[in-house]
């Protein structure tokens, strides 16, 4: 079986850097990037895709990275359900990343945050709240609840 996942986007936040319980880094952030086509009215739709990078890539990823950058990143699709606050089951599927690529220069980044700075402040195309509160504003906020007590045994894994 092959699951593989390569993907290029942009990030819609700056990565969330946490620690599991035995101190492994674990960093969150989501992917956003246009589709192929534009709807009937025109507009170009865009897919928002969650991302998780383990141990030293993460590290580097949440130090570099931030809100809108350029990054490709390479890994699996994976699903996991947990049980939320309101005893809710919550089904999430993510990527995991194996690597994570930056993909723009300093310079670049600088030069996209200052032209960010100057412009009004209006719907950005990266902003992926829209999408949560479309879809299901509680699963972002219990998704990054999560991470707090997120650890892996090996015994947890069912295969």
């Not at 130090?63 to 699709?77: A, I």
């Not at 100057?118 to 509160?133: A, G, I, K, R």
Request: some cysteine; charged content about 25%; proline content about 3%.
């Amino acid at each position: 079986m092959l699951n593989r996942v390569v993907l290029v986007g942009r990030m819609t936040r700056d990565p969330e850097l946490r620690r599991t319980a035995n101190g492994t880094p674990v960093a969150s952030f989501t992917l956003a990037m246009n589709r192929n086509f534009s709807s009937q009215n025109g507009e170009r739709q865009a897919d928002f895709i969650p991302c998780v990078v383990w141990n030293k890539a993460a590290e580097n990823t949440a130090k570099y990275c931030s809100k809108g950058s350029l990054v490709g990143v390479d890994g699996r699709l994976q699903s996991r359900s947990y049980q939320n606050q309101d005893g809710r089951r919550v089904s999430v599927i993510e990527v995991i990343c194996d690597s994570v690529q930056f993909l723009e220069t300093r310079a670049m980044a600088s030069q996209r945050n200052t032209m960010m700075d100057q412009m009004p402040q209006t719907s950005n195309q990266f902003d992926d709240s829209s999408f949560y509160d479309v879809r299901n504003n509680d699963m972002q906020k219990d998704f990054d609840n999560s991470m707090d007590t997120y650890d892996i045994m090996d015994d947890d894994i069912q295969f």
